[in-house]
C-alpha cells in the first residue's frame, strides 16, 4: 500500500524495453523507455509510422507486456498482474478507444455500452441502461441507442466506442489513432469530445498522425525509433 500512495502520476513507465523477435532476430521496439503522466493531463503521442507508438500503449493499457521495466497505473504494477487481474484492473481504470472502433455488431449501441458495465459491476443491473443512455447523451447519441452499429457513421461508431471507453467511469482513457479513419470535420467534432473529457477531469493519452489536432494537445510526446522525446529532449 505505502508504494501506492508514493506514487502520485496516475501513469508512470519506467525503464521499459519491448523487444519481438523476428524471422531475422530480435527486434528492439522500446529501447528503455521513461514517460510519466499526472491525473488530468492531455498526452498526444505522435512519430513516425513503425516508431513503436502501438506498442507503447499496448504497454500502458496492458494490452501486452514489457520484456523489461515497470509500469504503474494509478499506483498498481500492471506488468506484474495476471490476465485475470489486468481484465478487470483495466475495466476500472483504462478505457480504451481504437482507430476502427471495435463495437461488437450484432450488439445494439446500447447494448456495446453496457457490456463492459456488466464486466465490472461497479454499477447495480438496473443502473446499467440509465447510466449507458446518459454516456450516449453526452457523446450525442441517444437517438442512435438501439440502432446496430454498422448502421452509423463512422463518427457515431467512434462516438460510441468513447461513451464505451467511459462505461465504468475511468481516470484514463487511452487511444490509438482514434481519428485515423473519420474525415476531418468529423474527426475535429470526436476531438473536441476529447477535450471536454478533460474538461471534466479524465486523463487522455492518444497516438495521432493529425498535426492540425496535435497542436490542440498541451503536451505532445515524439516517439523516433523507439525512444521517447519531449520538446527534444529524450524523456527520462
Ligand atoms: P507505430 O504504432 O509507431 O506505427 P508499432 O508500435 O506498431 O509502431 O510497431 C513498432 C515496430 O514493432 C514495428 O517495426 C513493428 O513491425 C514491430 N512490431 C510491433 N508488434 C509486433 C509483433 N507483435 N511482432 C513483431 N514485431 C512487432
Ligand atoms: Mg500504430
Redesign the pocket.
Known sequence: MSEVSQNHYLVDVHNVIKN?Q?PAGT?H?LKSVNLKVHGGEFVGVR?P???????LINMITGIDRPTSGAVRVAGEHIEKMSENQLARFRGKHIGVIFQFFQLLPTLTVLENVILPMDFCRVWKPKERPERAMMLLDQVGLADQAHKLPNTLSGGQQQRAAIARALANDPPLLMADEPTGNLDSKTADKVFTLFEDLIKQGKTFIMVTHDVELAKRIPRVIE?YDGILYEGGEVLQ
Open positions: 519481438f523476428g527486434i521496439v512519430g509510422s513503425g516508431s513503436g507508438k502501438s506498442t516517439v
